[in-house]
């Protein structure tokens, strides 16, 4: 118990980074890591007949320059978004994906779950906007996302979805 508990803690230290406003050279596995430990109590139980898979395909990464507790923001907000599609799925899964390409960290998160219907994808990454019930969500989770991501570092936050096959973010 004490190791599980010395392990979350130090996830969650690692998450939060909260003495670091600053950009910092990190290793964008250990933030993933971090977070997937974090979100472990919903990827083990959250109203799943059976614990999601969670499949981690990690590539050669150099060390990123980065807001650290931003970007692990960022992967919290696609991860419980990933989490939340598979919770009715009969064999859920996220697949996560690193690889370097072009200068540039790529990280992908895809889920297998219920995908973004056409007629409301334009307005994911739109602040407010939200497919969650009344007092579940605010809306501004992929928004926030999207400003992290192209504002403070310079990158692009990209997504393909099919309903019923699942989503990508990229």
Avoid: W
């Avoid at 996830?11 to 250990?30: G, Y």
């Avoid at 990464?61 to 980065?66: A, E, G, K, R, Y």
């Avoid at 919290?76 to 009715?88: E, F, T, W, Y």
């Avoid at 990158?155 to 990229?170: I, K, P, R």
């Amino acid at each position: 118990g004490t190791k599980r508990i010395r392990e979350i803690v130090l996830s969650l230290r690692n998450f939060s980074r909260l003495d670091e406003s600053a950009v910092k050279t990190v290793d964008i596995h250990e933030g993933i890591d971090s977070t997937l430990v974090i979100l472990n109590h919903r990827i083990k139980t959250d109203n799943c007949d059976q614990s999601i898979e969670i499949i981690k395909q990690y590539g050669e990464l150099p060390l990123v320059d980065c807001y650290p507790s931003q970007l692990n923001q960022v992967l919290m907000n696609i991860l419980s978004n990933a989490i939340d599609a598979l919770v009715s799925h009969p064999a859920p899964c996220i697949t996560i994906t690193t690889e370097s390409q072009g200068g540039f960290a790529n990280i992908r998160i895809e889920d297998n779950g219920t995908g973004i219907p056409k007629e409301i994808q334009a307005q994911i990454l739109n602040p407010f906007f939200t497919t969650k019930a009344v007092g579940k969500g605010t809306g501004m989770g992929m928004s926030i996302s999207y400003q992290i991501i192209t504002e403070k570092h310079g990158g692009q936050l990209t997504f393909a979805s099919e309903e019923g096959q699942g989503t990508e973010f990229s």
